[in-house]
DNA sequence: TTGTAAGCGTTATCAC
DNA sequence: GTGATAACGCTTACAA
């Protein structure tokens, strides 16, 4: 470089990065039809045709937060889990990030170690407003997060529950008719002494499949027993082999449902070392029918809460109401589906 | 509500959220006043207790747009990955999260797909700046990685590579050195046809892992035969499985090295299948050290390449770099360290 | 169709 | 220490 060179005022170029000023000047134009041009608002040809370049030549990228600021929305939605090591919640950001994806937002993820404290603390902080929406998996749903929900700062849509006293969009499995056709299933193929391995029973799926279990006996003609009701202190695959191996110790059940598909895997690993064979000696069902269960030997039998879809359909139903607000209130329930495989001891 | 009632200002209440002006009105201060004592900034301790008590009063909560546009950061870092739903990355993502967290910022997820177009993408949107910074997941920097991270928007630290003329902090494992001492291992055990069944190898890790795989045969003094090396066409349990299936059509190893764990689980399923035992015929090991390989059926011998550990170092050099830009580039290596499970035939 | 200008809610730079 | 006030980069009435 020249002294003879004209040296830009610093807002034209310079390492600066271009703004829509940069651009409009640039092009000659005010700020304003650079404005429209870049938000496909219906411009003359030649105003476009000039924008356009202009913007392309400096490489304009639009600022996120000068457009948040102004327009009032963020292009991002978050997703709020208890567990981003748990496949459930995997596929779930899988589905969600896919449909968010193609709709064009961004995807916040927050992982809250199913705290409850953590959970409302993210509700409050939707009044930052950082986010447009929230999708907030819940395993239960206090009287403290109804009223949370309730003033919530951005439209939230809830996997889990329901509770009647919410009024936020809602998506839930039916997880206790869930549990009672694996009972079905078990029963069926003649197994008597169907033992039960739930995750913590205050917890809105502990507490429904438990009911799902016991309706299944009851469909069968089995007496309830309680000593075969064995909780683990987390839904995750060791407290699972460890609930397994305290049942193992004092029971001899013929089958096992096991509230979700990490825990059965857990609870396969005990059965093996205490020398039982699946699903000769001990039939084995799961729940949720994540890719794991496919891949276990025996495979899983499991019954599929549909996480996938739940996950889909709730970011169609909050990207739904970010666009038309005033939607009434939707809660979708999404139907189990029994996946058959070996550990149930029917050849496949 | 009744008519003698004082009709208070759209601003100062209403069904309004709160602005920092709100508050200072109700504290009687002016706006840059509450705008420090809401900062922490020092001030007179009268006005610090009218402005917190106002702050309180409303509910208060500083809208995110709006301070990033000025302060010119957002309070967000983005980690961008091949898959969610692979636990490797999950495992990466909680601890990010974890260390994110504790240092007040929010994390933003984003799955690429192992999409170099994609990658691309990503960092050219740094221009938007809707995050201070970039933890990006690559098993391929191409040349075009190295020049969008030269002019990256904002700071972006890369896990994996690393390539010699990027600019960028750096976290790598030394997987080639990691897949040599699995095959001292299998070779120290007596094996002697080890197989190798490989990611795509036009990866990095692919790459590499092969080279340790032929480092390891030739320390053993084995012979080198490329029939023993067969290639999924992803780093997951269904390619593992076919690709140890044709592995097993034609040679009959005595051990088999795969590229992954999620690759093992897919080979132990097709090792099981053919009748093979494990690990009394075929002695397996995977890379990566996953939760599940702890699960499987003998238990997995892999090689823990720190995922977690990895993680954890990126977010640290971002956050320090995000705080201190002009530091000199670090390129952080983490040792591999070899985990001896059932599945290689040593009694644990 | 285009330009002018008024904010959006903060933070930062000044005088005082 | 505090208060005006000017940005930050953009969208959107409104007027021309």
């Not at 034209?12 to 304003?32: H, K, Y």
């Not at 639009?62 to 457009?67: E, H, L």
């Not at 059965?271 to 000769?280: E, N, Q, S």
């Not at 729940?287 to 499991?302: A, C, F, G």
Request: glycine residues 8%; neutral net charge.
């Amino acid at each position: 470089m020249t002294s003879q060179e004209t040296y830009p005022t610093p807002d034209e170029t310079a390492g600066q990065v271009p703004t829509i000023t940069t651009v409009a000047r640039l092009a000659n134009v005010s700020v304003a039809s650079a404005s429209r041009v870049l938000n496909g608002i219906r411009t003359n040809p030649s105003t476009l045709a000039r924008v356009t370049e202009a913007a392309e030549a400096v490489g304009y990228v639009p600022n996120a937060a000068a457009r948040s600021l102004r327009s009032r929305r963020t292009g991002q939605i978050a997703f709020a889990m208890p567990d981003v090591a748990n496949p459930v919640y995997t596929t779930m950001v899988s589905s969600i990030q896919e449909l968010a994806r193609a709709r064009g937002w961004r995807l916040l993820l927050h992982s809250t170690g199913a705290d409850p404290e953590d959970e409302l603390a993210m509700l409050r902080d939707l009044k930052h407003r950082f986010v447009d929406g929230l999708i907030l998996v819940s395993l239960h749903l206090s009287e403290a997060h109804a009223e949370e929900l309730a003033r919530a700062a951005a439209p939230v849509v809830v996997i889990g529950g329901p509770r009647s006293d919410a009024i936020t969009d809602t998506v839930h499995a039916y997880s206790r008719k869930g549990a009672r056709e694996a009972i079905l299933h078990l029963g069926g193929l003649g197994r008597s002494r169907i033992a039960f391995v739930n995750g913590p029973q205050h917890t809105t799926p502990g507490a429904s499949r438990r009911r799902g279990y016991l309706d299944g006996l009851r469909f069968c003609g089995l007496a309830r027993d309680d000593s075969l009701i064995e909780v683990a202190d987390d839904f995750m695959i060791e407290p699972g082999r460890r609930a397994a191996e305290r049942l193992l110790e004092r029971e001899r059940p013929d089958a096992i449902l096991c509230a979700n598909d990490l825990l059965a895997i857990g609870a396969l690993s005990a059965l093996r070392a205490a020398g039982r064979d699946v699903p000769g000696d001990v039939a084995l069902v799961g729940m949720d029918n994540i890719p794991l269960s496919e891949v276990t030997w025996p495979p899983l039998t499991t019954v599929d809460l549909g996480s996938a879809e739940r996950a889909r359909i709730a970011a169609e139903l909050l990207l739904d109401r970010i666009e038309t607000p005033d939607l009434e209130r939707r809660v979708v329930g999404v139907e189990p589906r029994l996946v058959v495989r070996a550990s149930s001891g029917v050849p496949v």
